[in-house]
């Protein structure tokens, strides 16, 4: 199998030496780490479209065989090490070695946080989970604005949008095609008969649109007439291991049998629909279960209000009044607090009385908080940053308070 390593033994980086005043001694490391990121998610697009027999096209023929993303890094990398003194990197490979050992072993000193110094970028040949999450966070900015998951997301957009005629119609196809990323990782080939039936409207081409989500965000299995699958009871992958727990972090499930009524076979998610879309949508999903059955009458959940401008609107019924209170959240789990913290822009469009960054728990340590805290102070404010746990409580403790005076 064809590993990142092996498509960049060509074509070393050329070195762009900045012809103005000299490096900034504040430049930001946190840049370059991103840089380099998606420069890896690019290579394994890249590797992944070789593989298929594909050309990569769109690409700027003098510009080389790497991406623009990892050069800039790559340069910036050098610029550092110039700096510091040491005559490191002196081509792809070396950083290519170092993206396999912990970000604080690497030759050059980075002004990174005590927690992300400790993760590396590759795992074996793979991305490691903080190498992902910094390149999609990277890509928001339109580093790489092919990775799969941004088509992805694009696709999803324009599905809801052809399918509603009015704002609340696209709202509601928008929800119930984020829901289907977050809890549907399998589907069978009737589920999408059904979906494709209730979402009809066509692009240009004449195919539906969410037909064109399914073929980008899942894979087809051949299975006539049913399959039985081993999937995790909790969040709904695919597991391949016997008597194996599940490896998506926070969750708590392990494998059961399921079985799918079926007429040609069942789509499975992409791993990049499973790592952007699915595993840390499950925060999200746990809060608006959690939600959901609280008294109906004293508490309302929208979920993803302005077409995910926030996860959740929670509405309480304002006690003698028939005005309602809204709590806007955003839930996250990221690896990185740095990045979270340095990527995370607060919507003020929708008017709230309170606004939330909830962390999964399993990210919630006093170091998390404290590294986020230190990039969220000064730059957003007005929102409360709480663990899952505390946020539940507290709508719990709101909807008693206003279920009380009702
Ligand atoms: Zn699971």
Known sequence: MATIL???????????????PKRDVAVDDYLTVELLCAGLAKIRLDRQH????????????SAGLLPRAWRTGFTRLWWVGHHQSVNWP?????????CRLPLGEWPVRLALSGADLDQSLLEGDELSEFSEQASALAAKTDVEAELVENQIFAQLLATAQANGRTEEEVQRAYVELRLMHIR??????????????????????????????????????????????????????????????CQVPGCQGSAVQKSLRTVEGYWVQHRATRRFHHD???????????????????VRLEEYPGL????????????????????LFDAKDCVSATLLGRRFTCDRRLRAVHR?????????TPAYF??????????????????EDTFIRRVTKRSREVGQHA
């Open 184 to 245: 549907n990782p399998v589907l069978s080939d009737l589920d999408v008969l059904r979906r494709a039936q209730q979402m009809p409207a066509a692009g240009t081409s004449g195919e539906p649109h969410f037909k064109q989500l399914v073929h980008t965000a899942y894979r087809f299995q051949q299975a006539p007439g049913g399959a039985a699958l081993r999937v995790c009871g909790s969040c709904g992958n695919p597991m391949p291991g016997v008597d194996r727990s």
């Open 50 to 61: 070789a593989l298929e027999g594909h050309v990569p096209d769109g690409r700027d023929p």
């Open 90 to 98: 002196q081509d792809d490979l070396d950083v290519l070695a170092a």
């Open 308 to 327: 995910d401008a926030w996860d959740g609107a929670v509405w309480f019924r304002q006690p003698g009044s028939d005005q309602a209170e809204c709590w």
């Open 280 to 298: 840390p949508g499950l925060v999200e999903a746990r809060i608006f279960d959690a939600i959901n059955t609280l008294p109906k009458d004293l």
């Open 6 to 20: 092996s498509v960049v033994t060509l074509s070393p980086t050329a070195i762009e030496m900045p012809s103005g």
């Open 356 to 364: 939330f960054l909830v962390m999964a728990n399993h990210r919630a």
């Open 370 to 387: 404290a590294d986020l805290g230190r990039e969220l102070d000064g730059r957003v404010n007005g929102v409360e940053v709480v663990d």
